[in-house]
């Protein structure tokens, strides 16, 4: 079982950055994929960038270039920077942990990104 807490929403203008964080309950270097995901309101959650155990990683092609994942195994932490936000990027950030590639993921509470235009 993973835990995870974000932190590091808030409040910014268009063009602006934020920097989300996600503290793990374990290490993050045997988890197989970390992810991002945003969820606003009236709409499907979506999947905005992961990072797996190899260092790879994948983005959403609307944030691609503007945000990017990063993890530090020493800290248990999953990062996402997010650089030019647009009002289009306001929602819910959660964070998400899948130790195995078949099994569970594992979910944080999320945190508000509110971008004003």
């Known amino acids: 079982q993973v835990q995870l807490a974000e932190s590091g929403g808030g409040l910014v203008q268009a063009g602006g950055s934020l920097r989300l964080s996600c503290s793990a309950s374990r290490s993050i270097s045997s988890i197989y994929r970390m992810g991002w995901y945003r969820q606003a309101p009236g709409k499907q959650r979506e999947l905005v960038a992961s990072i797996f155990n190899d260092g790879s990683t994948t983005y959403l092609d609307s944030v691609r270039g503007r945000f990017t994942i990063s993890g530090d195994n020493a800290k248990l932490s999953v990062y996402l920077q997010m650089n030019s936000l647009r009002p289009e990027d306001t929602a819910v950030y959660y964070c998400?942990?899948?130790?195995?590639?078949?099994?569970?993921?594992?979910w944080g509470r999320g945190t508000q990104v509110t971008v004003s235009s």
């Open positions: 998400a942990s899948r130790p195995e590639r078949d099994g569970v993921q594992y």
